[in-house]
C-alpha cells in the first residue's frame, strides 16, 4: 500500500474510478494494452465516463492489434451482442485469437458459438478479420 498516493488523490479530488481514468488514459496515450482494455471496460460499463460502445470497441480495438487476448474477447462480445450491430462470425474471430493466445474464457465462447453455426456460417467465420469490425453509427 501507499498511503501517500491515496492523499494525493483525495486532495486533488480523485477517488476511484475518476482515478483509474486518470491513470488509465495516460498510460493507454503512451501504448500501455492492458490499460487501453481498461479504458474499454469503463466506457462499456459507463464508469467514470458516459457509457459508450463505440468508446470501448475503439480502446478494445487499440489494445486487440498489440495482440492483448482479454481485448480480443471484449471485442468479440461487443461484436456478438452488447451495442453493436450482431455478427456471431465475426465475435467467433475474434475468440478464436484470444483463444491462439490461451485465453480459457474465449476458447469456451469460441466452441459455443461454432456449435451453433451451419458450415457456410463456420466458413464465412474462417475468412474474417476480427479487427476489421465497424463502429456502430
Known sequence: K???VTSIWTAKGWSGAGAALYWYLKAAKAGYAPAQRNLGVMAAKGA??????A???RWYRKAAEQGDAPALYNLGILTNSAGITADPERAWACYYRASLHSFPPARSRRDTL????SEAEQQRAW???????SLPD
Do not use: G, I, N, V
Not at 467514470?48 to 460502445?53: G, K, L, V
Open 127 to 133: 475468412e474474417l478479420p476480427c479487427l476489421d469490425a
Open 114 to 117: 461454432k456449435a451453433a453455426f
Open 55 to 57: 468508446t470501448a470497441f
Open 48 to 53: 467514470a465516463m458516459p457509457r459508450s460502445y
Open 2 to 4: 501507499m498511503p501517500w
